[in-house]
């Protein structure tokens, strides 16, 4: 597959061939679900926790004797069906992460990357950098060229003017490429590769 690559200008900078194995891939909507739902899952925080009966601060002694009163048989104020009590069968801390194959994973990210490729949303550059590091001309630059929704891949060092003057840009996101996921991926609209990164991805994936 031949695209043509352009600079931050808006010129062109001549054409890469990407790799069909890569880039050429029938994208598969189960395996994209499987993996975002496995990086999602990952950075759950998990850390909700309510106090069981056993953990509650209150007297365990009986309310009440056991026989004579009339009323229901109680031993502890600290069961769940009082107020203040414990409660039954609640959220605990723990981590959501589950296994997902690395080979699927890698699978994915291609998959991703064809997706992106077929629907004309991938878009490869010469260079990512920044002269000067504002903001505003960052943002001028990337609206000129119609990326108002846009994850832009770097090579594995990126430029600090870059990549310091886009942080506060609404829906613009700038990675290296050993940050590339499928995640970040699929929820731009446009996916920009530096000449670095696409040589690293096939690299990688050789």
Known sequence: MDIKITSLSGGEAGSVTLADEIF???????ILQRVVRWQLA???????QTLGRAEIARTGAKLYKQKGTGRARHGSARAPQFRGGGKAHGPVSRSHAHDLPKK?????????????????????????????????????QLAGLG????????????????????????????????????YDILRRQTLVLSKAAVEALEERFK
């Open 24 to 30: 050429g891939l029938e994208p598969r909507e189960d």
């Open 104 to 140: 699927l994973r890698a699978l994915g990210l291609k998959h991703a990357l064809s997706a992106k490729a077929k629907s004309g949303g991938l878009i490869v550059v010469d260079e990512i950098a920044s002269s000067d590091g504002k903001t505003k001309a960052v943002a001028t």
């Open 42 to 48: 990952k950075r759950q925080q998990g850390s909700h």
């Open 147 to 182: 990326w108002t929704n846009a994850l832009i891949i770097g090579g594995s060092d990126l430029d600090v003017n870059f990549s310091r003057s886009a942080r506060n840009l609404p829906n613009i996101d700038v990675l290296p490429v050993q940050g590339i996921n499928v």
